[in-house]
T-cell receptor, first 115, second 111 residues
Framework: GAGVSQSPSNKVTEKGKDVELRCDPISGHTALYWYRQSLGQGLEFLIY????????KSGLPSDRFSAERTGGSVSTLTIQRTQQEDSAVYLC?????????????FGQGTRLTVV | DAKTTQPPSMDCAEGRAANLPCNHSTISGNEYVYWYRQIHSQGPQYIIHGLKNNETNEMASLIITEDRKSSTLILPHATLRDTAVYYC????????????FGTGTRLQVFP
């Protein structure tokens, strides 16, 4: 039983380059979340997908950030023209439906370093 | 914004019970209280959740006050491996189901 898988685990990129971060949720989970965690900080909500509904993008910090979820499964978070302040751990989580009585499971994150 | 407040840090001796408080005075009647923890360099791990009754599982117990404005996570016999940041979260359900994390409590278990 695989959990939430994220790739790559580490990514170093040059300022100004675009990056794509991938999340494979637990099979059958309809809800998917992206969070960002800067060094020593708490988790910052970025975006939420639920089934075929329009995603909640209210946490995306700028228009350089976007995410998509294809076929209701795999999700990709894209950061365009990366800046040094984008350096953080990006965490993905999934849960099996929208009811509040269900826990979300987190992946181990992608550590992004912008140099 | 997070709807919970927690002390920034706590210490606990190994083998003793760790009691982590959380205030959620604006909680709504249909919102659950969730607890997660994050051990250094790992993704958050689910611990327990509840609505109004006290809950217990193999990891912890959750005590929710009758007015639901606060709760306490209890680790009955803390071990060194329980050293982590513990997050108390109110599960917000409006049009979306965002888990909003606060700053959490850094629990240090010492020998």
């Amino acid at each position: 039983g695989a959990g939430v898988s994220q790739s790559p685990s580490n990514k170093v990129t040059e300022k100004g380059k675009d990056v794509e971060l991938r999340c494979d949720p637990i099979s059958g989970h309809t809800a998917l979340y992206w969070y960002r965690q800067s060094l020593g900080q708490g988790l910052e909500f970025l975006i939420y997908f639920q089934g075929n509904s329009a995603p909640d993008k209210s946490g995306l910090p700028s228009d350089r950030f976007s995410a998509e979820r294809t076929g209701g499964s795999v999700s990709t978070l894209t950061i365009q023209r990366t800046q040094q302040e984008d350096s953080a751990v990006y965490l993905c989580a999934s849960s099996d439906d929208m009811t509040v009585n269900t826990e979300a499971f987190f992946g181990q994150g992608t550590r992004l370093t912008v140099v | 914004d997070a709807k919970t407040t927690q002390p920034p840090s706590m210490d606990c001796a190994e083998g003793r019970a760790a009691n982590l408080p959380c205030n959620h005075s604006t909680i709504s009647g249909n919102e659950y209280v969730y607890w997660y923890r994050q051990i250094h360099s790992q993704g958050p791990q689910y611990i327990i959740h509840g609505l109004k009754n006290n809950e217990t599982n193999e990891m912890a117990s959750l005590i929710i006050t009758e007015d639901r404005k606060s709760s306490t996570l209890i680790l009955p016999h803390a071990t060194l491996r329980d050293t982590a940041v513990y997050y108390c979260i109110v599960r917000v359900v409006d049009n979306t189901d965002k888990l909003i994390f606060g700053t959490g409590t850094r629990l240090q278990v010492f020998p």
